[in-house]
């Protein structure tokens, strides 16, 4: 069973940067997708984007919303995901949950870490 | 964006009754491999999503057969039979046929 762990997640400053991570366990890692989803305080979920595995040549794909501060990346040698959060704004306080989306099972987002607090505050 | 419309946005139930849960799409859900990527996460209180229905109707391992999902294009439900107490939660639809991923608004089920 894979498990995810989220981590990185803090308080930041308007206009500042955060890196959060991701760390899974299990051996099909790098057959996936790895998405991260957010959920502002009190409200539903929004996905921010996605990586694709390698022999998808790691493309990624961003919400409109994020897209342009937000970067993903992905080190398959420790099984690990990351996302870059640049220039952030009120806006950007969430809990961000990675989710891996199962390329076998429909693209399914089958396994969820905890989440990491992001919050965006002066 | 493909908007996802769910309805009701509540629904107090009776312990051992019947909810159902729709979710409408905007536009069909049907990719042109001829598959249909709805799913549906139930979130209990506290804590992160959990998936329990892929491509429209499929149960996820581990997930009881109390929770059925159906539909076709752009109308779906999610159907938990026999309601528990541990069902309470909020339920979302998720499609992921086109970029980018939208999710419904969440419907809650509270026991009455």
């Known amino acids: 069973e894979v498990q995810l762990v989220e981590s990185g997640g803090g308080l930041v400053q308007p206009r500042g940067s955060l890196r959060l991570s991701c760390a899974a366990s299990?051996?099909?890692?790098?057959?996936?997708?790895m998405a991260w989803v957010r959920q502002a305080p009190g409200k539903g979920l929004e996905w921010v984007g996605l990586i694709r595995q390698k022999d998808k040549n790691y493309l990624t794909e961003y919400a409109s919303s994020v897209r342009g501060r937000f970067f993903i990346s992905r080190d398959d040698s420790t099984n690990s995901v990351f996302l870059q959060m640049n220039t952030l704004e009120s806006e950007d306080t969430a809990v961000y949950y990675c989710a891996r989306e199962n390329v076998y099972q429909f693209f399914s987002m089958d396994a969820w870490g905890k989440g990491t607090t992001v919050t965006v505050s002066s | 964006d493909i908007v996802m419309t769910q309805t009701p946005l509540s629904s107090p139930v009776t312990l051992g009754q019947t909810v159902s849960i729709s979710c409408r799409s905007s536009?069909?859900?049907?990719?042109?491999?001829?598959?249909?990527?709805l799913s549906w996460l139930q979130q209990r209180p506290g804590q992160p999503p959990r998936l329990l229905i892929y491509s429209v109707s499929n149960r996820f391992s581990g997930v009881p057969d109390r929770f059925s999902g159906s539909g076709a294009g752009t109308d779906f439900t999610l159907k938990i039979s026999r309601v528990e107490a541990e069902d309470v939660g909020v339920y979302y639809c998720?499609?992921?046929?086109?970029?980018?991923?939208?999710f419904g608004g969440g419907t809650k089920v509270e026991i009455k």
């Open positions: 299990g051996s099909t890692f790098n057959d996936h997708y």
């Open positions: 536009q069909s859900l049907v990719y042109k491999d001829g598959n249909t990527y």
């Open positions: 998720v499609q992921n046929t086109q970029y980018p991923v939208t």
